[in-house]
């Protein structure tokens, strides 16, 4: 069965202190992986995809890195401003649909 | 520039009665899709529309209808509201189904009573 799992599901960390969020996936054939931020009562925003193992994004403070089994998210020197659910999503290569994975929720604390 | 728009924020069904939760979008994107969002769960996937005319069905489709009628619109049709639909669902665009970026709606946070 096609599955992806975030871990933690939920991060707290001092502002300044930098760390990794990470997003396993089991799948059958990967097209695409991608991550999304969410801000509480709103719909999730685009921020990287990837396709190959090896690749890495980079936006801010934030870098998205991929292997063939999972994805890491590191966060660098993060500000309170970057606190959200950041969620992880496969895209399969037999057809257009995404795996959600259930989010880690990242708070930064000033 | 609107992006993609969700009506209404919120709604409270009883149980049986239908509605519909509205998407539309003005980037002239032809892939569109609803999502559900529960506690503790990643999204999934309901229905989907490659473009005017054309869906299909998702993950968890039983309970929801859809149509595309034209590019911009998207809408969700509750048949018979039970209270396992409580949820906040998502719509969401991309100009295409793979590999590109996808836009959300704000999304509707639904009670079903």
Known sequence: EDQVTQSPEALRLQEGESSSLNCSYTVSGLRGLFWYRQDPGKGPEFLFTLYSAGEEKEKERLKATLTKKESFLHITAPKPEDSATYLCAVQLRSNYQLIWGAGTKLIIKP | ?113
């Open chain 2, 1 to 113: 520039n609107a992006g993609v728009t969700q009506t209404p924020k919120f709604q409270v069904l009883k149980t049986g009665q239908s509605m519909t939760l509205q998407c539309a979008q003005d980037m002239n994107h032809e892939y569109m899709s609803w999502y559900r969002q529960d506690p503790g769960m990643g999204l999934r996937l309901i229905h989907y529309s490659v473009g005017a005319g054309i869906t299909d069905q998702g993950e968890v489709p039983n309970g929801y209808n859809v149509s595309r009628s034209t590019t911009e619109d998207f809408p969700l049709r509750l048949l018979s509201a039970a209270p396992s639909q409580t949820s906040v669902y998502f719509c969401a665009s991309s100009y295409a189904p793979t590999g590109t970026e996808a836009f959300f709606g704000q999304g509707t946070r639904l009670t079903v009573v």
